[in-house]
């Protein structure tokens, strides 16, 4: 692995490891190389080895997640081969924090909230979408992806405000899940004949058998992006650009897809721009997107108004890489060494990996 200064374009340091680097994740505070059978932790400032795991299951995918947050440095990452077991991990105080059962099956996908709060999970089938609060690990949301047929979850990622939480797979398309606030009132009374007929209804689910019962209650798809293509490893991500909620998706043959997000009503996602990404990276638009109307004023009023998607709003997230806003990590932190990143403001170092005779790397 080497590691180079983003703005000076010079190698600051490179290691070694024992077999191939799969995966490699890093905030302001840590940086972890995910090999199949453990996981190296570094000091960011100044690349020190602070904790190897080597007691970890096998991961022949490299499968793990990191929170941006520093304050909240917490890594989870798949506690049996077999099952949807994770563990989360304080990269701070270099502690196992807990333990989550949250699929039968094995873990296909791990993903953190900006402010490390929040831990989404997926499991190979792809059906069920799970949502558990950090440290705890107790579960808050559950989300259906399907029932017909099971997927390969190649992206899952929350909104920057936390808000949203999108999926994309191997089939044609993306799954926006909202996440609504957690009311610990006492629900109201329906004031409707559909209304009660509905409470009577999930009351009933109770004699249901558990899994019957479980699907019942599990919330569906708030938003869709369609895409034109199937079976191709895709990414995708939910951002603010121009002060209007945006799907992005960048899909492996080198386009990114840009699509219209009803924060409000949700629904299918209209396709507005697509980007060639490879070759001369000129924009291709679509003469029909050009030519569709604009939309309601309803929506264009919902958008217009101040939202908390933006990063300079969102508690417990800044631009400097997840800190809380006026935060400055204590020197006393800071390892000693020949190496040291002393500007705050400048990006965290590029990692590079590549090949060697002995302990080959993959590129990451």
């Known amino acids: ?192 004949w559909s209304g009660y007929m509905g409470k009577v209804f999930m009351a009933a689910t109770n004699y249901l058998p558990a899994q019957v019962s479980d699907m019942m209650n599990q919330d569906r798809a708030f938003a869709t992006g369609r895409l034109n293509f199937s079976g191709q490893k895709n990414i995708c991500t939910l951002s603010t650009i121009q002060k209007l909620p945006r799907l992005l998706v960048a899909s492996s043959d080198g386009h990114l897809y840009i699509y219209n997000l009803d924060p409000q009503d949700g629904g299918d996602c209209v396709l507005i721009k697509t980007h060639s990404l490879l070759g001369s990276g000129t924009t291709e638009e679509s003469q029909e997107n050009d030519l569709r109307p604009s939309l309601p004023q309803s929506y264009a009023a919902t958008v217009a108004r101040p939202s908390a998607s933006s990063a300079s709003t969102v508690p417990g997230y800044s631009e400097d890489g997840g800190a809380l806003r006026g935060e400055v990590i204590p020197e006393h932190e800071f390892a000693t060494g020949p190496v040291c990143l002393d500007d705050e403001n400048e990006f965290p170092p590029i990692i590079l990996c590549r090949g060697s005779q002995k302990g080959k790397t993959k590129p990451s």
Do not use: W
């Open 1 to 192: 692995m080497n590691v180079y200064h983003f703005k000076k374009g010079t190698e600051i340091c490179n290691y070694s490891y024992p077999s191939n680097i799969l995966s490699i994740r890093l905030n302001r505070q840590r940086l972890l190389v995910c090999l199949e059978e453990s996981i190296y932790i570094h000091n960011i400032k100044d690349m020190k080895l602070l904790k190897t795991l080597l007691d970890i299951p096998p991961n022949p995918t490299g499968l793990c997640a990191l929170s941006i947050n520093h304050s909240n440095s917490y890594l989870a990452y798949p506690g049996s081969q077999t099952t949807g077991e994770i563990v989360l991990y304080d990269g701070n105080s270099l502690k196992t924090v807990c333990t989550i059962a949250a699929h039968e099956g094995s873990l296909a996908a791990l993903a953190f909230n900006s402010s490390g709060s929040r831990l989404a999970s997926a499991s190979e089938k792809g059906t069920v979408i799970r949502v558990f609060s950090v440290p705890d690990g107790q579960k808050l949301y559950e989300f259906r992806r399907g029932m017909k047929r099971y997927v390969t979850i190649s992206s899952l990622v929350f909104s920057m405000d936390s808000q949203f939480l999108c999926a994309s797979s191997n089939t044609e398309t993306v799954h926006i899940f909202k996440l609504e606030h957690l009311a610990n009132s006492r629900p109201e009374e329906p004031s409707t």
